[in-house]
């Protein structure tokens, strides 16, 4: 039976264990100066060298060739190469020691224990006994080396802390794991601990393509790199999977095809469609694309991983850098796909990916999810962007903002793009401004001009009143008093309900219950109006300050001769709880509340804001 390519090029020495090169210098200095310290813990993800450098250092540490080139240095019958094996600190690989650690076999001063199936007390109490007896002899070294050590139970690491702040000599304890952060702290703190780094795809193909000459074997590049990111940063991984690949055909070769019909990759050509399918906005074809690849076996995990990564590449062509790990005929189908798809789409796209990555791995209807988020791409030009819409109500005179693209095609419209009913303030504007509108809005006629969209409409008729000259506007009509003497104080407090209910009758539903929270004060000789508040209750204070025209409108709508109205605060809170007694203000104030409040408030200054708000259904977020 042949031995499988992982075992048979496991490294024998510190110089041929790949990328973790801080780890096996560190240890193989500690060796040849002789600073071999008691305790070490690997960390690092699976097939990354963890139990291969722990079996270096034994090996290093019982070699017989460098225990020889020990002795003998310094006396007169040293030679050059055991003064040079012996300041370099590499096992031999040869002697009988070494190759009975490197294949795993039975060994006196070495051993490995798995703690998935040896973790518990009773298993750690009989390995600190057996770590009492000294080696096989005085030039050796007693190594415990204990894998998936983050399986060891907490009353099993209890048991060994003693043995490992105070070892016997010459006893070495070696832990790996790919989870640090189970291990106790206090184990931590008595041993020396080593991370060790993911294996980039450039080193794996690399190693790969060394193991694959050197066995004679035929193999595409291409191949290589479609291994390398399917190992997943794990070097044993990637040899595991290339036994894999060799096993499936007659010949002894690596392909691209063999290696995505023994791995269930989905090809290139499946993700380049899926591309031109978003950018030429064809979202009726993205069903038919999934449900291929989901009637074939295909992962759909795997294939939303693969979009993602294609996205991205795309989108370092599209800002003019060059996608690494990419084969040469992926690099070029983009490369002749770029702009297609602006990098701004190509961003929300892998945004959007993101977010839905998290539900998708929860989700009993994986391909539904896939199938919106594509045609949710595929549907991007129909979307309105924040920016057009904050340019639309910020510019008055000036052009409108450039419309979002649209497909060469004739299709139906969105309902995005069908605008909401306008309120009686802006549907004269909107009739003058754009009469487009009127025509049925689910038939895409062709136009000479880009068609604008409904947010830069409603904007152009929101800043029509700015744009007319000397136009009186309802509110100010609306604000000339009504000649007469002004009410008494009495008078506004019999009456007060009235003006909460005329404004609450104007659609201000938040400022009519600010209001009605106020209480008239006094009234002065030429028709001012003085409204107080209750200190601690200030929140609706705030919105009825902000929000005077109006009030002083439904006031002069209720009452003679009243000209002006300020709120200030209460001296005597207690007389104002009185006079509040009658009304129910048993009404707790909810965040809802306030944000409504504060939305009326911003719109009360500003019309455009206001028309904007009531006629898009605008909701304050921060």
Known sequence: ??????????????????????????????????????????????????????????????????????????????????????????P?????????????????????????????????????????????GDDRYKVYIIDEAHMLSRDAWNALLKVLEEPPPRVVFVFATTEAQKVLPTVISRLQRFDLKRIGPAEIRERLAAVLTEEGVRFEPDALGMIAGAADGGLRDALSLTDQVLSLGETAEVTAERVRTALGLVPEEEYLLLLDIIAQRRAVDVFGAVQRQADGGVDLMLLLAGIGRMLRAQLTIALGGVPPELSERMRSALTERKGQVSAGDLLRMLHALLEIEPMYRR????????????????????????????????????????????????????????PPSPPPAVAPALAQTAPAMVASPLVAAPLVAPPRSATQQVAEAA??????????????????????????????????????DAIKTAGRGMLAQAVARLVPASVSAHGSVALTYDPADDTFARAADGARPDILAALQACFDGVTGVTVVSSVNASAQAQSRAPRDTTKRLTAHDVQQQRTEQLSSKDPLLEAAVRALDLELLD
């Open 1 to 90: 039976m042949s031995l499988a390519l992982a075992r048979k090029y496991r490294p024998r020495n510190f110089a041929t264990v790949a990328v973790q090169s801080h780890v096996a210098n560190t240890l193989k200095g500690a060796i040849a100066s002789g600073r071999v310290a008691h305790g070490y813990l690997l960390c690092g993800p699976r097939g990354t060298g963890k139990t291969t450098l722990a079996r270096v250092l034994a090996m290093a540490l019982n070699c017989e060739e460098l225990a020889d080139a020990r002795r003998m240095s310094g006396t007169a019958a040293a030679t050059e190469f055991s003064e040079a094996m012996a300041a370099a600190g590499e």
């Open 92 to 136: 031999c690989g040869r002697c009988t020691s070494c190759q009975r650690i490197w294949s795993g076999s039975a060994s006196l001063d070495v051993v490995e224990i798995d703690a998935a199936s040896n973790g518990g007390v009773a298993d750690a109490r009989e390995l600190r006994e057996r770590a009492m007896y000294a080696p096989s």
């Open 463 to 500: 800043a029509a009143p700015q744009r007319a000259e000397q136009r009186p506007t309802p509110r100010a009509a609306a604000a000339a008093p009504r000649v007469g003497p002004p009410p008494t104080v009495e008078q506004l407090k019999a009456r007060w309900e009235r003006v909460s």
């Open 363 to 418: 989700s009993g209807q994986p391909q539904l999810l896939l199938e919106t988020l594509l045609v949710r791409f595929a549907l991007l030009d129909r979307t309105v962007e924040l920016e057009e819409v904050i340019k639309g109500f910020g510019t008055g005179g000036h052009d409108d903002p450039p419309p979002r693209r649209v497909a060469h095609e004739a299709r139906v419209a969105s309902a995005h793009a069908i």
